[in-house]
């Protein structure tokens, strides 16, 4: 009988156990409406690697990974080229994963594998909300006229979210069409008592990496200056630990753009305590 130890390909700190754990870990390898820079299809896989860095307490939340009860699922497999039936396949499979009583952690993948995600919660909470980190908007109508694109996940979500239940923080560029519309809905975040109006209802979470300062995060498909730093990331996950969050994912990882590694060493610490809330 063969020894070992071998490699652990899964994120550090799961339960190996499906059945027994609460929430998925569910990687989402899609970059198909990609607007700028391509890549963020090979975050999952450098993402799980990158955990074994880590250490398995937060001291942001004296908590552990083990506390949290989460299995890591692996990847899905998409279909090259085909984004409908891509969609398909996340909507498919997060709806299995609420119909398990569990709930979903993704990790993709570009910024559209959010719409699937959001859309399978919706049929299991009533008067979801969604707080979404980012340095863009996302509420384009189109991209040069394609309605699927990663520009336009948050606009799509409003479609069947009540925009008055999505706020916005860390953004800081986007048409002039959508800052009227966040104007309209007052969606944008600038302090953590804004988001007090969500905090008897269920609540969807989504972290673009590109929220953070490029200094920080080089390595994503649209690198945008000005964002924050990782420490005033975490402290509005302090402040949403105390809501019902229901869901979460972290997007728009495009590893290979930064050669240190660093950019997928913060994403995987982004991760990590963004599940200590869940």
């Known amino acids: 009988m063969l020894k070992g130890p071998f ?19 569910l990687g ?13 299809r090979f975050a999952p896989e450098q993402i799980r690697l990158a955990s074994w860095g880590l250490e398995e307490y937060s001291p ?17 497999e998409f279909p090259l080229g085909n984004t409908y039936k891509s969609l398909d396949l996340i909507e498919d499979n997060v709806c299995q994963i609420y119909k398990d009583g569990k709930k979903v952690f993704g990790i993709g993948g570009e910024h559209l594998v959010t719409l699937p995600e959001v859309k399978a919660v919706s049929k299991f909470y009533k008067n979801l909300a969604v707080v ?6 996302d509420l384009r109508e189109e991209y040069l006229g394609e309605e699927m694109s990663h520009s336009a996940v948050i606009r799509h979500i409003s479609k069947f979210v009540d925009p008055h239940n999505i706020k916005q923080i860390g953004i800081r560029s ?14 944008l975040c600038h302090e953590y008592s804004e988001l007090d109006v969500l905090k008897n ?32 990331l975490a402290d509005w996950f302090k402040y949403l630990r105390d809501f ?25 610490k982004v991760i990590r305590e963004l599940l200590m809330i869940l």
Request: charged share 25%; aromatic share 10%; net charge negative.
């Open 7 to 25: 490699l652990d390909r899964t994120w550090m700190g799961q339960n190996p156990d499906y059945n027994s754990s609460d929430i998925v870990m």
């Open 28 to 40: 989402m390898p899609f970059d198909g409406t990609v607007s700028n820079r391509p890549g963020s």
């Open 60 to 76: 942001y939340f004296d908590k552990e990974l083990s506390d949290v009860n989460f299995h890591d699922v692996g990847d899905l």
């Open 132 to 137: 979404h980190f980012d340095a863009h908007t």
């Open 174 to 187: 986007g048409m002039k069409e959508e800052w009227e519309f966040m104007k309209k809905y007052n969606t």
């Open 201 to 232: 209802k269920p609540v969807f979470v989504t972290v673009d990496v590109d929220c953070l300062d490029t200094s920080i995060m080089p390595g994503t498909g649209t690198p945008e200056a000005g964002g924050m730093t990782f420490d005033e």
């Open 244 to 268: 019902n969050i229901v869901g979460a994912d972290v997007v728009e990882l495009a590893p290979d753009y930064d050669a240190s590694g660093v950019s997928t060493a913060v994403a995987a």
